[in-house]
C-alpha cells in the first residue's frame, strides 16, 4: 500500500530540478510514491526527470502535452495519486531529509485532516524561518475556528500547499484540487476551503522545507498579465465565503485580506508592465466594486490611512470587467505571487 504520495509540478527549472530531487531521494521509501509531472518544459528540465523516473525509487513522470500552469499541475499529480497521505513540493524548492517520514509519523499520531509545518524561506545565501500562523502546537484543532480574527495573520495567510500533509479523506471530498488555470495565488481559495470545509487540523513545529525565492521565472518576480490572476483566486474566496453559513463572521477577514493583496500590488505598481499596471488598476476598482459593500465601508477604516486612502480611491475609478477564467500560458514552480502579504 502507497503510504504517502508527493506532488512535485516542474516547469523550465533546469537549474534548480537536480536539488529537488536529490531531496526526493533522501526521503524515498518503499510506500512512497513522488508524482512528477512536467508541466511541458521547453528546457533541459525533461531529461533530467526522465532520469529521476528511472532511478528515483518511487518516482511516477507524468507530461503535459502543452503548458497548463502551476495549479493543474497539481491536480494532474492528484488524480493520480494512490497514498493515503499526501504531500506537495515545487519544483524549484527542496527538502530536509527526513522530512516525510517525520510528517506522515505526525500525522498518523494526531489523525486529523491534515498538517501544517513551518518552512525555511531561502533567498540567495539568505536563510529565514518562517512558522505556521498557529500558535498551539501538537493539538488537533478546528480549521473554522483558526480563520479569525479578522485584523491578525491566522492560519489562511499561511496559503503554502507544500507546508503540510493531508489525508486522503480530503482527496476524496473534493477538498485538495485547485482552480484551474489560475496562474498566481492559486492556493489562496484552496487554504480558505480546506479552513472551511475540514473538521480538524495541527500544526507541528518541523522545518523540513526549503522554499526558494527570487527565482526569475517565479510569478513573484514577473510583472506581466499573469500576476493579475490573484484577482480572480479572491473574488472566489469571497464568492464561496459569501455562502457560508458564518459568513456574517468570516467576510470581514477575507475582505480585509483581499483589499491588503490590492494595496501590496497597487504599491510595487512600477515594476508591471506599463499596459498590465493600467490593467490592474482598473480590475483592483472592479474588485471592490464587486465586495459585500457593507462589509468594505467597515474594513476600510481599520487597513491604516495610507492604505485605506489608497484603496478609496481605486474605488472611485471606472472599473475594470470581472475576470474570467482562462488557459494558463505559462507555468511556474513558484509559490503563490500574494503569499506574504499580510493581512
Not at 526549503?210 to 472566489?236: E, N, P, W
Request: hydrophobic share 40%; net charge neutral; with cysteine.
Amino acid at each position: 500500500m502507497v503510504k504517502l504520495s508527493v506532488v512535485v509540478p516542474f516547469f523550465n527549472v533546469q537549474t534548480y530540478a537536480p536539488d529537488t530531487l536529490t531531496s526526493l531521494r533522501a526521503n524515498a521509501r518503499e510506500d512512497f510514491e513522488f508524482l512528477l509531472v512536467d508541466d511541458c518544459s521547453s528546457d533541459g528540465t525533461p531529461e533530467l526527470l526522465e532520469r529521476a523516473a528511472r532511478d528515483l525509487p518511487g518516482a511516477v513522470l507524468i507530461r503535459h502535452e502543452r503548458n497548463e500552469g502551476l495549479a493543474t499541475a497539481r491536480n494532474t499529480g492528484l488524480d493520480a495519486a494512490r497514498g493515503r497521505y499526501v504531500a506537495f513540493l515545487d519544483g524549484d524548492d527542496w527538502l530536509a531529509p527526513g522530512h516525510y517520514g517525520r510528517l506522515v509519523a505526525a500525522a498518523e499520531e494526531l489523525d486529523c485532516d491534515f498538517l501544517r509545518t513551518d518552512h525555511v524561506s531561502v533567498t540567495g545565501r539568505d536563510r529565514a524561518v518562517r512558522r505556521a500562523p498557529v500558535p498551539r502546537r501538537g493539538e488537533v484543532l478546528d480549521p473554522r475556528a483558526a480563520i479569525l480574527p479578522a485584523h491578525r495573520t491566522t492560519s489562511v495567510d499561511y496559503p503554502y500547499a507544500w507546508a503540510g500533509i493531508y489525508h486522503r479523506r480530503l482527496l476524496d471530498r473534493g477538498l485538495l484540487h485547485f482552480t484551474h488555470g489560475l496562474r498566481t495565488a492559486e492556493d489562496r481559495p484552496w487554504i480558505w476551503r480546506l479552513h472551511r470545509e475540514a473538521e480538524s487540523f495541527a500544526a507541528i513545529s518541523e522545518l523540513g522545507v526549503f522554499y526558494r525565492r527570487g527565482v526569475s521565472t517565479s510569478l513573484t518576480q514577473i510583472g506581466d498579465v499573469r500576476q493579475l490572476d490573484f484577482i480572480r483566486a479572491f473574488d472566489q474566496v469571497i464568492e464561496e465565503t459569501a455562502k457560508d453559513r458564518d459568513a456574517a463572521r468570516l467576510l470581514p477577514k477575507a475582505v480585509r485580506t483581499y483589499c491588503a493583496v490590492i494595496s501590496h500590488h497597487i504599491g510595487s505598481i512600477e515594476r508591471f508592465e506599463p499596459e498590465v499596471a493600467r490593467q490592474l488598476k482598473a480590475m483592483s476598482a472592479g474588485a471592490l466594486r464587486r465586495m459585500p459593500q457593507d462589509v468594505l465601508d467597515d474594513v476600510l477604516p481599520a487597513m491604516g490611512p495610507d492604505r485605506a486612502a489608497t484603496l478609496r480611491r481605486l474605488r472611485r475609478r471606472r472599473p475594470g470587467p470581472p475576470p474570467t477564467g482562462s488557459a494558463a500560458g505559462t507555468g511556474s514552480a513558484a509559490g503563490s505571487a500574494s503569499a506574504e502579504v499580510a493581512a
